[in-house]
């Protein structure tokens, strides 16, 4: 799915109050957009219940979208919503917040820039990469 020119990605947070990786996921987003230029507006959504949880199709905090997609690899058909804290499994091992490097590909597919250094959707990656 790629943006009209001009029009913003979409960018949600879906997270708890509560999070301890809130700020992480906030900061890996916010560095992102500001490095691949992409215009984007940023949502911080805080889901509170399960009802929301449910109607949300949460993944658990934090969970990040571009354009309505998880951006990691393989998770937009899952089930099992929930207000638990999400882990990742990054290059680096388990960690509380998705890979910066399936942010930026999530958001330069929704933007219709190309994927440079583009690893496969299986191949995992830490947090701060490049």
């Not at 571009?66 to 937009?76: C, K, L, Q, Y």
């Amino acid at each position: 799915m790629t943006t009209e020119p001009g029009r913003p990605v979409r960018i949600e947070i879906l997270t708890r109050r509560d999070c301890p990786s809130r700020a992480m996921a906030v900061a890996i987003v916010e560095r992102v957009v500001e490095e691949t230029g992409v215009l984007a507006r940023v949502e911080l959504i805080y889901l509170a219940t399960e009802l929301q949880a449910q109607r949300r199709r949460f993944l658990g905090s934090p969970s990040v979208r571009v354009d309505g997609r998880d951006v990691e690899p393989g998770s937009n058909g899952r089930v099992g919503f929930t207000l638990a804290c999400r882990i990742y499994c990054g290059e680096s091992g388990l960690q509380g917040w998705p890979d910066a490097r399936w942010v930026r590909n999530a958001l330069r597919i929704a933007a219709g820039q190309p994927l440079t250094g583009y690893s496969s959707p299986s191949e995992k990656s830490s947090a701060t990469s490049p």
